[in-house]
């Protein structure tokens, strides 16, 4: 059975840092690309980062780029995202998401996690 889970969520000030965990179960999280996604109320589901299966290339939109960075422990079989400089429009459900070996867009990734609420608010 394969699963994503996502874990890491909570209540951060402006400026500080999280890191959201993706455990993944039922199948080698080495052969598939993992995206972070995020949705905030009346929002659209926005990409906010990935990484390929091989090369373990990756890449970042312009609103997260310089402060976001995805990760992978083949070990744990776990991806994570480590979010730094946090802002209040960071505010969202983040999701994890995995396709076979590349990344693509978010209708192309046939595996979600349930996500995990992240706010940031002084």
Known sequence: QLQLVESGGGLVQP???LRLSCAASGFPLNTYAIGWFRQ???KEREGV???SSRSGSTNYPD???GRF???RDNAKNTVYLQMNS???EDTAVYYCAARRYFCSGS???NYW???TQVTVSS
Do not use: F
């Open 40 to 42: 905030a109320p009346g």
């Open 49 to 51: 980062s990935c990484i």
């Open 63 to 65: 609103s997260v780029k």
């Open 113 to 115: 996690g349930q996500g």
């Open 107 to 109: 209708l192309e990734y």
């Open 86 to 88: 946090l802002k209040p």
């Open 69 to 71: 960075t995805i990760s």
């Open 15 to 17: 400026g500080g840092s």
